[in-house]
């Protein structure tokens, strides 16, 4: 391997995955200080008004940011695949194409978001004293896609083969350079939230420029030549496959959310200020214990595409029990931290008493997330995006959607509110783990078969080139690693 390159098929599992997701940690914490830096200057230096217009957008953010962090799961998962079988033509191909596949997503995003910003605000009922601000710094805002999806591509291959702290020294300088611009244009140029929005897309164009340079540069079999730039029709399909029902699902999710939104926006303004400083702790949490589901698709995705069986379920399994324990702290931490964690972002003790609310019931729940998320990291990395998304779909959106106007309209208090998290957490996880339990059994038999699976029928259980094709073309190299007959090329029995 390379300098800085990781063989994630060796080793101690549960070192490994801890040194590979704590830059991955730092790295997410980082793309959060984004968003949390605008909110905190808001809500130092404008007011709680131009805090709450911010703190309205926040479903909206997440719900196009996410879905470009769906995509590059599945950019994650095809590169891991071939850097772990060692397919160097098919991993230049996933590479460029996925270049070409993150510019035209984030450019369609940018069209979508600046032309439905007022109409998507005025859905989520938004207060009027609240919509003019919030639109303006969505407008803004959202001019950074492109950038956020070229660097979530760059952040996805170098994740895939094992480097996972080159992202974090780039997104760290564009990180200092978001809180210097924030302050700067709000204290000193009176922006107010343009002046946040416009620090962020900034910060967000300059990190992708360092990824993209960094890949230019790089020598290894990973690198990026804007000469190999074009869509393979194949790999694309691979792509779009596995990364667009993980975008879509992130999505739906925050459509499911904009209905939590509007719940909260049947308060009064108080009442929504303290729920947007409350909601940095979601990004903060969420983001630390998604280092972990990074980890899980990266790790089973290498260790599957070398054909190591018992790699691939410890693979999950240590990275469900990191995700949980790092939510558990987190969550509890902030039950007991929570007022301090809110002065980041307001003066007003009101405020601060409306958002301890929030983060009293989230603290205890989070670490519940890790059972769903991480079993969907996992699914993936099987090469299973769509049935993981409709269970979603399903536990978590539709219900939230039918618990606010059953549950919350009967009570209409916030704890009745909150607690949809939870309970739409904890139905979705069993749904996805017994799913993946069927899906896992059913691809390390294809692995354990004493005589293998042809390369025409491994394509068909799996479903996919990618998982067919790819082991194959992986135990003929090995073979010629070890000067073997190359003959009858089939799927290796693994002894362990």
Known sequence: ???????????????????????????????????????????????????GAVGSTATLVTMFTGFLIGLSGGINVLTALYYGAKDKDSLSKTIHSAALVSLIMGVLLLVLGVG??????????????????????????YLGMPALAIYNFGNAVYSAVGNTKKPLYYLGFSGVLNIILNLFFVIVCHMDVAGVALASIISQYVSAALILQALRRCKDIYALHPGK????????????????????????????????QMGVNSFDAT???????????????????????????????QNYGAGKKKRVRNSYLISLAYSFGIGLILGVSLVFFGRAFLSLFTRDAAVMNAGMYRLTIMGFSYCISAFMDCTIAAARAMGKSIIPMFIVIMGSCVFRVIWVYTIFAYFHTIPSLYLLYVFSWSITAVAEILYFIRIYRQKMALLSEDRGVPCLEGRRAAGSRV???????????????????????????QHR
Do not use: H
């Open 467 to 493: 998982y067919g094709f790819m082991q194959l073309r992986s135990l003929r190299q090995q073979k010629q690693q070890r000067n073997e007959p190359a003959g009858d090329e089939r799927v290796p029995v």
């Open 116 to 141: 439905l910003s007022e109409w998507m605000l005025t859905m989520l009922k938004t207060r009027e004293e609240l919509l003019d601000k919030a639109v303006l710094y969505l407008r803004i805002y």
């Open 271 to 301: 009442m929504v200020a303290g729920n947007s400083a409350a909601t940095n702790a979601d990004a903060m949490v969420y983001d630390v214990m998604a280092a972990f589901y990074t980890a899980c698709g990266s790790f089973m995705g």
């Open 1 to 51: 391997m390379k300098q800085n390159m990781q063989d994630l098929t060796e080793g101690s599992l549960g070192k490994k995955i801890l040194i590979f997701s704590v830059p991955l940690m730092l790295s997410n914490l980082l793309q959060v200080l984004f968003n949390m830096a605008d909110i905190a200057v808001i809500g130092q230096f404008a007011g709680s008004l131009s805090l």
């Open 229 to 260: 730039l074009r869509l393979d029709p194949e790999l694309t399909k691979d792509i779009l496959k596995l990364g667009m029902p993980s975008g879509l699902q992130n999505v739906i999710f925050q459509f499911a959310n904009s209905f939590v």
